[in-house]
């Protein structure tokens, strides 16, 4: 007769199983897994792809409303743009669901390196920012915002590759 809750006997043997070949590989890829969550999101306040706030690191910079109102520009004490910083500024607007905006984010990094000394590249996570987003017309994903030092911001809206992101980051922003 098979096993059921009618019997009051376990659907399967609790001890056959804990012995098994099975259960010790998924408990050991869980265990392991756990610590290694653990440690990454600890070194970082809890979140495993927080960016550190360097402005000079040549990483990409997670950016909020109130860091951008603080170091780009505040909308609302301001009516005519005006960058708050000394260094051209390149925001990228993206989500974690957007396969485009995936593809570019190495290229962003790539390029913050590059020009770590003459520019500051960040990021703006349109589902956590969705203010910040809306307040700057972001309707498309990936887009670029490219800030010059003087000047007003340009929207580039789609994936681009990185020799284009470069030939932008001359033109618009220009930086040599």
């Not at 009618?6 to 756990?34: E, H, T």
């Not at 306040?45 to 040549?58: A, E, W």
């Not at 987003?133 to 007003?152: D, E, Y």
């Amino acid at each position: 007769m098979e096993n059921s809750f009618k019997d009051n006997k376990p659907v399967f043997q609790i001890k056959g199983f804990l012995k098994s070949r099975k259960f010790w590989k998924a408990f050991l890829g869980i265990a392991i897994g756990g610590v290694a969550g653990f440690l990454l999101t600890s070194c970082n306040g809890g979140d495993p792809l927080k960016v550190s706030d360097s402005r000079n690191s040549g990483t990409v910079i997670d950016l909020t409303d109130s860091i951008f109102k603080e170091n780009i520009f505040n909308y609302e004490t301001h009516k005519r743009w005006k960058l708050a910083g000394k260094k051209p500024v390149i925001i990228d607007f993206y989500a974690t669901w957007c396969r485009p905006c995936l593809e570019m984010s190495p290229l962003l990094e790539e390029v913050a390196g590059e020009y770590s000394s003459k520019i500051v590249v960040y990021r703006v996570d349109t589902d956590k920012e969705t203010m910040l987003a809306k307040k700057l017309g972001i309707r498309n994903l990936p887009t670029l915002m490219f800030i010059p030092v003087r000047g007003t911001p340009q929207l580039i809206m789609g994936a681009m590759p990185k020799d284009s992101i470069i030939k932008a980051v001359h033109e618009i922003l220009l930086v040599k």
